[in-house]
């Protein structure tokens, strides 16, 4: 897979971005209301990746600026026929690497009780759940992870 830098408003991105909202009104009936701007997933205070199979847009996520040193993971998709390819881990380390990168020295997202999947992979990837935060951090399916960035 390449994985490009793009801007939040992209076309690719903001094509998966649709897609992944839909994904969250199927799963959960409705759409992430949590509010984003474009400029937060801009350097230096983030970062946004689009993944491409064949020149195709399949993955996507970003992170921007969390408070303590952290950044927050937001927009984690893949297209459902690219699944179980190993693409949302590629997509997770690359988050990862360019966040510390760029200073980053924790990352941590909130996702959901309906999303096991997301659930998996995080938890595999070393992510362990922290307390809650965020628009849905009150709610009964909201699940909140971090992860601390190896220093060299």
Not at 64 to 72: K, L, M, Q, S, Y
Not at 81 to 86: I, K, L, Q
Not at 134 to 151: I, P, Q
Request: aromatic content about 8%; glycine content about 10%; some cysteine.
């Amino acid at each position: 897979m390449e994985i490009r830098i793009v801007a939040f408003d992209h076309p690719d991105a903001a094509k998966l971005t649709a897609e992944v909202q839909q994904e969250y009104v199927r799963r959960y009936g409705n759409e992430d209301e949590t509010p984003v701007a474009v400029a937060e997933f801009a350097p230096p205070q983030g970062l946004f990746l689009v993944g491409y199979l064949d020149g195709v847009p399949v993955a996507s996520g970003g992170w921007r600026t969390h408070e303590g040193g952290a950044v927050e993971l937001k927009r984690m998709y893949v297209v459902k026929s690219a699944r179980g390819r190993g693409v949302a881990r590629a997509m997770l380390a690359e988050l990862e690497r360019t966040a510390q990168a760029a200073g980053a020295v924790r990352v941590v997202l909130e996702t959901g009780t309906k999303q096991p999947e997301a659930i998996a992979l995080y938890l595999s990837s070393d992510y362990h759940e922290i307390p809650a935060f965020g628009l849905y951090g009150d709610l009964v399916e909201s699940r909140c992870y971090g992860k601390n960035l190896a220093r060299d």
